[in-house]
């Protein structure tokens, strides 16, 4: 199977930075879209940011220029660079990959969440 490992959650105060990492590993043919995901507290997971295979980025109006997602096609990893934390980035975030099996499937994965809490 496929597994997305994320990691560099934590607890930081506002105007703080936080880079999480999401590793895939797995019975994997290769990697397509790769993205992140959050979800607060009563409220809808939403796109935080997604990159391609050949690194075309697309973020959430409202996060552009703070976040920065970036990804190593070798380490098969995906990267948010979090700038400027804000108390409402407060959320669990969610790795999320597109991946081509190495039995020829395309599914969807999703890591397990990593907890980010920016204090005010």
């Known amino acids: 199977q496929v597994q997305l490992v994320e990691s560099g959650g934590g607890l930081v105060q506002s105007g703080g930075s936080l880079r999480l990492s999401c590793a895939a590993s797995?019975?994997?043919?290769?990697?397509?879209?790769m993205g992140w995901y959050r979800q607060a507290p009563g409220k809808q997971r939403e796109l935080v940011a997604s990159i391609t295979s050949d690194s075309i980025t697309n973020y959430a109006d409202s996060l552009k220029g703070r976040f920065t997602i970036s990804r190593d096609n070798a380490k098969a990893t995906v990267y948010l660079q979090m700038n400027s934390l804000k108390p409402e980035d407060t959320a669990v975030y969610y790795c999320h990959a597109v991946v081509r099996t190495t039995w020829g499937q395309f599914n969807g994965y999703w890591g397990q969440g990593t907890q980010v809490t920016v204090s005010s």
């Open positions: 797995g019975r994997i043919f290769s990697i397509n879209d």
